[in-house]
T-cell receptor, first 113, second 111 residues
Framework: DADVTQTPRNRITKTGKRIMLECSQTKGHDRMYWYRQDPGLGLRLIYYSFDVKDINKGEISDGYSVSRQAQAKFSLSLESAIPNQTALYFC????????????FGSGTRLTVV | SQQGEEDPQALSIQEGENATMNCSYKTSINNLQWYRQNSGRGLVHLILIRSNEREKHSGRLRVTLDTSKKSSSLLITASRAADTASYFCATEAGANSKLTFGKGITLSVRP
């Protein structure tokens, strides 16, 4: 099994719908992240969590929310999806001590129509 | 905003040649990391260099860091067609582990 698993791999949804992207990790790490990737823009941080009780906004958190259900699980929700949220979404976890190397999931390709 | 900016944006070379990719950043960092992404897949960690290091090697990879110029380079020697991918530099700065990524370099290695 992969260290970081994202579900679903692909999703098409309609404008205005609520959608949840799920992430689970088997690394036993406390630190987890959600990134969004758009062509030509690289990866941008949406939310991050350093432990179960810690949630922090990243660079582009508007329109998104997260839930850290357990150490291993970190979900990203789009409350009311809009077309410009069409992107590739990545979950990651990082080592617990410096330097913080990251392990990424395989990504969720989301299309909002 | 992006911390790291890679250069060039795209690079096409012949198999067996060396590939050099550059990254510049704006603020002081704790470390700089290079990642690889095959088309549409997740990023894979390649190599990390701390701010007090100047050069590191890992297999065919060589990374250098010049903190006075706020720049890094990634050298892939004896490139292979399988090295075709996008490469990203990412910087970690401040008191936490957040990484800030550049926009990436698309490397094509022709067989």
């Amino acid at each position: 099994d992969a260290d970081v698993t994202q579900t679903p791999r692909n999703r098409i949804t309609k404008t205005g719908k609520r959608i949840m992207l799920e992430c689970s990790q088997t690394k036993g790490h406390d630190r987890m992240y959600w990134y969004r990737q758009d062509p030509g823009l690289g990866l941008r941080l949406i939310y991050y969590s350093f432990d179960v009780k810690d949630i922090n906004k990243g660079e582009i958190s508007d329109g998104y929310s997260v839930s850290r259900q357990a150490q291993a699980k970190f979900s990203l929700s789009l409350e009311s999806a809009i077309p410009n949220q069409t992107a590739l979404y990545f979950c990651a976890t990082s080592d617990p001590t410096p330097p913080y190397g990251y392990t990424f999931g395989s990504g969720t390709r989301l299309t909002v129509v | 905003s992006q911390q790291g900016e890679e250069d060039p944006q795209a690079l096409s070379i012949q198999e067996g040649e060396n590939a050099t990719m550059n990254c510049s950043y704006k603020t002081s960092i704790n470390n700089l990391q290079w990642y690889r992404q095959n088309s549409g897949r997740g990023l894979v960690h390649l190599i990390l260099i701390r701010s007090n290091e100047r050069e590191k090697h890992s297999g065919r990879l060589r990374v250098t860091l010049d903190t006075s110029k706020k720049s890094s380079s990634l050298l892939i020697t004896a490139s292979r067609a399988a090295d075709t991918a996008s490469y990203f530099c990412a910087t970690e700065a401040g008191a936490n582990s957040k990484l800030t990524f550049g926009k990436g370099i698309t490397l094509s290695v022709r067989p």
